[in-house]
């Protein structure tokens, strides 16, 4: 019973740290563009 309990909190702890990923993911994208975009601008 307390394997099953660990290995349920291990899947729900991997599915919190993957949807942080994919949120740092999505706003790393987004400055790269506007790092793109200042360099632009600079020129």
Do not use: G
């Amino acid at each position: 019973m307390r394997i099953f309990t660990k290995v349920r909190q291990m899947l729900t702890d991997n599915l919190s740290v993957k949807l942080e990923v994919e949120e740092i993911k999505k706003k790393l994208k987004n400055q790269d563009k506007n790092i793109e975009l200042v360099f632009s601008y600079i020129r």
